[in-house]
């Protein structure tokens, strides 16, 4: 089920938490403190009825939120960008067949396992229209390839506002989940 941004921001607001694919853990996988890695988003616009050349911008902007926002809330935790970019090449040469690192959990693993990261954390903002985008996210513990958060949110109006938006509430999703050791409660246990 896909929810639009301003029906997950009234929720958020009402203090329900936004609708995802993913169950609750009930046992911390890790301590709260351990590194993470977060890679550059990934564009896919393939199937978008029109592309546009500045289209990748709106994955650079999700990056940056991403990346601004994650260190925010886990201040020294995350894996140095450059040490990731190198180790994701070598990761894709021997897992991608040397496709991006940042669109294969498996490659993103090894690649984040590399640089010692215990979380590796992946998002794609994937144009459908100009006014209809679609953001996916996830975040995976690194030694069990469990998927912890596995988000899907269309952002519809404006999309600067809404990539920028959606990516910022999944960031602090991201924080809370390795804060709580990837122990999740945004759904009533059976």
């Known amino acids: 089920m896909r929810w639009s941004f301003p029906v997950l921001l009234a929720l958020a607001s009402a203090g329900a938490a936004p609708l995802t694919a993913q169950m609750a853990s009930r046992t911390a996988l890790e ?3 351990v590194p993470v890695a977060a890679f550059d988003a990934a564009l896919y616009n393939a199937q978008a009825n ?37 180790a994701a090449e070598a990761a894709a040469r021997r ?15 090894a690649a984040a396992e590399a640089v010692g990261a215990r979380w590796v954390v992946l998002a794609k903002v994937s144009k459908t229209s100009n006014l209809i985008w679609l953001l996916t996210g996830q975040l995976v513990h690194v030694p069990s390839g469990t998927i912890v958060l596995d988000d899907s949110t269309e952002l519809k109006g404006d999309p600067e506002a809404m990539v920028r938006a959606g990516v910022r509430i999944f960031a602090e999703r991201v924080a809370r989940a390795v804060r709580a050791g990837g122990v999740t409660s945004d759904f009533p246990t059976p």
């Open 31 to 33: 301590p709260p403190d």
């Open 50 to 86: 029109v592309r546009e050349a500045d289209d990748s911008v709106k994955a650079a902007l999700a990056t940056d939120v991403l990346h601004f926002t994650l260190a925010r809330l886990l201040p020294g935790q995350l894996a140095d960008t450059a040490a990731l970019r190198a």
């Open 95 to 109: 897992t991608a067949g040397d496709q991006a690192c940042n669109v294969i959990v498996a490659c993103a693993r």
